[in-house]
């Protein structure tokens, strides 16, 4: 299997060592669930092997990739910061009890409200992006008489050889200020200069499901020789590095696998060595995991409710949920592992499109999936949705949103309820 919480046993789908198709009935479908005890692993290999090979350092969990009250308390729980991008994450990370001053606020669109809700709110480090968002934190932490901690974020020219969607280093980016272009350096040069600014260093995100380290080593190369540049230019020596995220998952059996642990040890050793070559004193060491937190420790529950041959076409089987509570394959064409949860092990009798329930021909979880025989009722798995499912759900279609349902052990709990049509009438007035 794709991922050691998922088993099978006498044709049944288990995950997180729970039987699918009963959990599956127990809540009703769709249903998305979360392995506590997975989530909470993924967190620790961050946090130990981080803190085992950089001098100082910090993992930033990266919210968007599922923002939610009861995830946020267990990341806070296993010793992470966190990201944001709004003052809705804000508002979910003051209400889950995070310690605000480990919440990095990022984004390339920051508006007036949310820096004040944000500096109201304690949040530690803005990741600044572009000039006028420095001008706007300047004169709204000047008119509370506070110097605001900031990294400043800055495109390393990187094409991390991902999907184009998800490439964000590349010097032709909407986020940050490139190097290259020199607008870096007059980012920075402005932040040195600005009083109610704390400059504390410097962020890069290259990309996302990178499965290779040397993403990180060209954007830590190119990020210790600015800071050396920075240092010449100015005296001023930044003391954090941050990295990005975007360690890559299993979503199929042909991706690979990422041993996190030591990809870590060799960034580790390469800034080490970096730094010695530059002069520099080593800097704390931010990483910015997302999908790697929380994609394995996802699973999403579905009921088929029709299945349809067209001769000489192909064969689609319709289930109860799709581009509403996983737009992954509209927006990108993700690969997922679709198993039929109450029917594993017989034979595929063909592939299947698995088509999703709107009135939009793009709405598809997955194609050519090779599936046995179903039949309305079945229950269909699909693999590794911790990340960017319910984080990107829409109610298109005044579908309802699913609930997440969280496994730890023996118990199970609801940590977000079904959305209802009460809730989605609430905002009509
Ligand atoms: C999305 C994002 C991440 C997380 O990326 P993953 O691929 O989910 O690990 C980290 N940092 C920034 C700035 C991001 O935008």
Known sequence: MICDNITAAAGRLRFAGRDAGE??????????????????????????????HFSRALPLYASKALSCRRVYEIVAEEGLGADVVS??????????GFPMEKVFFHGSAKTDEEIAYAMDSGVGVFILDNPEELRAVERLAGERGLRQRVLLRLTPGIDP?????????????????????????????????????????????????????????????????FMADVRAQTGYEAEMLNLGGGYGVRYVESDPHVDIAAEIASVAARVRSLCGELGLSEPMVLMEPGRSIVA????????????????????????????????????????????AAEHMGEESDGVYTVAGRCCESGDMVQEEVALPPLKRGDILAVCTTGAYNHSMASCYNAVPRPPIVMIDGERDYVAVRRETAEDLLRREM
């Open 23 to 52: 959990l599956a009935r127990q809540y009703g479908t769709p249903l998305y669930l979360m392995d506590e005890g997975r989530l909470r692993q993924n967190c620790r290999v961050y946090r130990e092997s981080m803190s085992a």
């Open 161 to 225: 050889h991902t999907f184009e969607a998800v490439a964000t280093g590349k010097v032709d980016s909407k986020f940050g200020q490139s190097i290259e272009t020199g607008q870096a350096m007059a980012f920075t040069l402005s932040a040195l200069d600005a009083p109610h600014i704390d400059l504390r260093g410097f962020h890069a995100h290259v990309g996302s499901q990178v499965f290779d380290s040397a993403v990180f080593y060209d954007t830590a190369g190119i990020m210790l020789r």
């Open 87 to 96: 003052a809705g994450e804000i508002a979910m990370t003051k209400s889950a």
């Open 296 to 339: 394995d420790a996802g699973m999403t529950l579905y009921t088929v409710q029709a299945v349809k041959t067209i001769p000489g076409y192909r064969r689609y089987v319709s289930i109860d949920g799709g581009m509403t509570d996983n737009p992954r394959y509209a927006l990108y064409r993700s690969a997922y592992t679709v198993l």
